[in-house]
Structure formats: structure tokens, C-alpha cells
T-cell receptor, first 117, second 112 residues
């Protein structure tokens, strides 16, 4: 079974600063995806960024980038030029493949990110 | 991508009753997933629903408490049975048509 660990329950930074959210995971699978999801108070789960395990290049989406260290099983999220709208819960998630199809996601406990004006 | 419509968005129910949550997807998908998010907690997978077969439940979740239907490739329901206040949570359905998961808006259930 997979486990996902987020060790930062809450983080607070000033607007325009850069912040890094940590995530580690444990799996014996070789084929998997890793995600960062954002959940604002509306509770809608919003995909922030996705990383395929077989790709060595770190994924980037505008102000969001990851540092994927496969051997260390580490998957951190960096948010540059943080904005007030980035305030939300951020969940790291693992998706494996077994039985020929995608498995359900395994989530970390989440990091509550607060962007201060 | 996939657009998911989940109903109801919220409900307040009496203990001992049951609530059925509906999830409609705008495209055909093989698997649908149901999650529970208890207050202030992360998401936990309840079960995986494949069309034409029995749902597969995760440890700690049983069919008698959370029966699931999957009558076709675009629709699923989750019933929360014989509810108690401990069942107060957000319930979310999700699909994975390829390489990412899409979520419904969630159902906020309060049991009184």
C-alpha cells in the first residue's frame, strides 16, 4: 500500500514571496503519477500540477513547479510570486496502476497555506 | 477532461436515516471513485465502482454501510445508510479518464 506524508500542517507567507510545500511518499510501484491538488473553502478539488514518475524532468505550470526526486521519494511544490488567491489547503496525492487501470488516489494530510497581504 | 455533477450539494439528515448521493459524468468512464473527507481531514477512498461489477471497498468501509450502484458508464450513486453523527463529512465522487482525477463539487452531509 502507498503512503503519502505532508509534514507541514500550516504555512504562512507574505504575498509575492516564494513558498515550498513538502511531500514524501512510499511505494513499491514503478508506474505512477503524483499530483498536487488545491482545495479552497468552496471545497472543489483543483489540480495544480501533475508529474509522471517515468519523466525525470520536473513539471512546471506557470508559477507552480515541483522538485521530483524519485529515488528519495520526494515531491515538493514550489509556488513563486504567491498571490492571495493561492490561500487554500494543498494536498499531495499518489495514483498507481494495478489490475490494468488507475487506482484511487492516496492523499497526504494536507498543508493549509495562508498568503498574507 | 471530465465534468462531474454531484447532487445534493449539502444535506442535513436525522440519525438512523439514509442518504443517496448521485454523481453524473459528461463522458463515459470505466471507473468511478468515492471519497470521504471528514471535518478538517484529508480525503480517504471509500470504494471503486466499475460498471457491471460489484464495487471494491477499501479497508474500514463495508457495502452494508455504503452501498454503491453503477448502472452505466456515466452515473453512480453512493448511499450512506443508518447514519450517525460520525458520518458527518464531505463525500466526493471522482473519475480518472486518463492521467488525472477529476472531482465533483462534493456533498456536505450533516447528521443530527
Amino acid at each position: 500500500a502507498q503512503t503519502v506524508t505532508q509534514s507541514q500542517p500550516e504555512m504562512s507567507v507574505q504575498e509575492a514571496e516564494t513558498v515550498t510545500l513538502s511531500c514524501t511518499y512510499d511505494t513499491s510501484e514503478n508506474n505512477y503519477y503524483l499530483f498536487w491538488y488545491k482545495q479552497p473553502p468552496s471545497r472543489q478539488m483543483i489540480l495544480v500540477i501533475r508529474q509522471e514518475a517515468y519523466k525525470q524532468q520536473n513539471a512546471t505550470e506557470n508559477r507552480f513547479s515541483v522538485n521530483f526526486q524519485k529515488a528519495a521519494k520526494s515531491f515538493s511544490l514550489k509556488i513563486s510570486d504567491s498571490q492571495l488567491g493561492d490561500t487554500a489547503m494543498y494536498f499531495c496525492a499518489f495514483m498507481g496502476y494495478s489490475g490494468g487501470g488507475a487506482d484511487g488516489l492516496t492523499f497526504g494530510k494536507g498543508t493549509h497555506l495562508i498568503i498574507q497581504p | 477532461s471530465a465534468v462531474i455533477s454531484q447532487k445534493p450539494s449539502r444535506d442535513i439528515c436525522q440519525r438512523g436515516t439514509s442518504l443517496t448521493i448521485q454523481c453524473q459524468v459528461d463522458s463515459q468512464v470505466t471507473m468511478m471513485f468515492w471519497y470521504r473527507q471528514q471535518p478538517g481531514q484529508s480525503l480517504t477512498l471509500i470504494a471503486t465502482a466499475n460498471q457491471g461489477s460489484e464495487a471494491t471497498y477499501e479497508s474500514g468501509f463495508v457495502i452494508d454501510k455504503f452501498p454503491i450502484s453503477r448502472p452505466n458508464l456515466t452515473f453512480s450513486t453512493l448511499t450512506v445508510s443508518n447514519m450517525s453523527p460520525e458520518d458527518s463529512s464531505i463525500y466526493l465522487c471522482s473519475v480518472d479518464p486518463g492521467t488525472e482525477a477529476f472531482f465533483g463539487q462534493g456533498t456536505r452531509l450533516t447528521v443530527v
